[in-house]
């Protein structure tokens, strides 16, 4: 007992060190301290985009009940875009009622949890970021931090985890406030004073690792702008590419898999301007990862060439788009004594929940975007038209390996994988269960016979994403 209590009163002393950042903002924290197992392993699982209202849809909260009793993580941290942000009828009780939604699981398995913002949950008009931090911090399970006026948005946090024996801070999460708009419209980052309060405490930490960077995963909704260096530039008409957004708009990519793994079902949309964030990385050494949300259908991980890795999971809510079955949570598993090499995995919707039917449409309205439903038509009305005359099909690596523009931001070496993987028509890595979407497309794409019996109900279904992507890209519903 006696080395219990020695054991918890140095937690707490390390905490109290490396917190000195935050705590002196005003915040109040629980009494919570974060501690790897006996076993020296901790399970952090990453929630994204729940986005919904207070009338939560039920796949996705038993989603969340099913992946919480099967991992059985030590932390869940929920990664923005918590709640719907802004519906008909919203009111401050009802924004209360939609965050009870998805944190009671939690609650009811008394599992500890953190949370940043995303760019929607500032839209409500009946609750500010703060009101909402409030209401999240009202729970006894709840780590976030609101540090009041020190730093530029709300819930720019540190959760040191200690080592089994308490003896040492052996792992770090960061949770940054990525903002929301700039004054242009465009999507924000990181500010510099938050970025400036990260190094701090970065080098807090390290000085009380004995002059060495704490290992850390951090996590925030909007990507930095890095995010398109893990991805190559194709020219149009590429089966699988994706049209980029902000300063990448008007140009085409497909995921880079000599770097990442995953898929990208959507250009990534990371903050406009280059706040600095990810230099201030490479200064400090300390980051084994950086994940976000935000891209609702984009679940990749990879390592840039300056080797600092960058992940997405994929949204997890049925009230807006996402990728039908492979709505995910990811899992991280720490070993203390190997915390840089980190394990990471997904858990999908697909994987452990009962198919009820309804993801071949959800999987539909994820080629959301009117751009991407004109690619998959071109591909489509391309493959029929060479299954018709008999014309050699072309194939799509040709155009991915021996036509990629000069000048393009990546590269990096062609890979045989990736011309391969590209060759099918599609950016699924071999082991990941294929969705409805693309079985059909990879079907289309394989076989010109396939293409021409499905050709009906797929002009159709593509006529009828075309619709609904024209509506949801109109509502900019990220
Ligand atoms: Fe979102």
Redesign the pocket.
């Known amino acids: 007992m006696k080395k219990r209590i020695i054991s918890i009163v140095m937690a707490l002393s390390l905490l109290l060190a490396v917190m000195a950042p935050v705590a002196s903002a005003g915040a109040s924290r629980k009494d919570t301290v974060l501690q790897f197992r006996q076993d020296g392993k901790f399970k952090i699982m990453m929630i ?2 729940t ?1 919904d209202t207070d009338k939560a849809d039920q796949r996705m909260i038993h989603f969340i009940e099913a992946s919480l009793d099967q991992e059985k993580p030590d932390l869940v941290v929920f990664t ?2 918590n709640i719907a942000g802004r519906w008909v009828g919203s009111t401050a009780e009802k924004v209360r009622t939609a965050i009870d939604k998805i944190i009671q699981p939690l609650v009811q398995r008394d599992i500890p949890f953190a949370v940043v913002f ?3 949950d500032g839209e409500s008009r009946v609750t500010t970021k703060e009101d909402q931090m409030a209401m999240f911090m009202a729970y006894g399970n709840c780590l976030a931090i609101d540090e009041g006026e020190a730093l530029d948005g709300v819930g720019t946090y540190n959760l040191p985890i200690l080592s089994s024996d308490g003896s040492r801070v052996a792992f770090n999460i960061y949770m940054m406030d990525s903002n929301d708009y700039d004054a242009n419209g465009n999507y924000d980052g990181v500010h510099q004073n938050q970025i400036d309060w990260y190094e701090q405490t970065s080098n807090t930490l390290k000085a009380e690792n004995g002059g060495n960077p704490v290992p850390s995963l951090l996590f925030q ?1 909007i990507p930095v702008p890095q995010i398109y260096s893990l991805l190559k530039q194709v020219p149009f008409g590429v089966m699988g590419s994706v049209r980029g957004s902000g300063r990448n708009a008007a140009k085409w990519y497909v995921m880079d898999e000599s770097k990442a793994e995953g898929v990208v079902k959507e250009g990534p949309c990371p903050s406009y301007d280059d706040h600095g964030q990810y230099d201030s990385w490479l200064r400090q050494g300390d980051i084994a990862g950086a994940f976000f ?4 259908t984009n679940n990749m991980v990879g390592k840039t060439d300056e080797g600092i890795t960058l992940g997405y999971n994929a ?1 997890c ?1 049925f009230h ?1 788009y996402g990728d039908g079955l492979n709505r995910s949570m990811r899992m991280f598993v720490i070993d203390e004594n190997d915390a840089w090499n980190y394990d990471t995995y997904l858990v999908k919707y697909g994987d452990i929940m009962p198919d009820d039917g309804g993801c071949l449409l959800v999987d539909l309205i994820a080629v959301r975007t009117i751009d991407n439903a004109l690619l998959y038509g071109y591909q489509l009305i391309k493959q029929l038209f060479e299954g018709i005359t008999g014309s050699p099909e072309t194939e799509p690596s040709t155009a991915v390996s021996g036509t990629e523009p000069e000048g393009t931001p990546d590269t990096g070496p062609a890979d045989s994988s990736a011309t391969a993987q590209a060759g099918t028509g599609s950016t699924e890595p071999s082991d990941t269960p294929a969705t409805e979407r693309s079985e059909l497309f990879n079907g289309s794409a394989e076989n010109p016979a396939t293409g021409v019996s499905l050709a009906i109900p797929v002009l159709a279904l593509v006529s009828t994403s075309a619709a609904v992507a024209f509506v949801l890209t109109r509502k900019k ?2």
């Open positions: 994204s985009d986005q923005g875009d995303g760019n929607h909704h949300g935000h891209d609702h949204g809510s807006l519903a990220k």
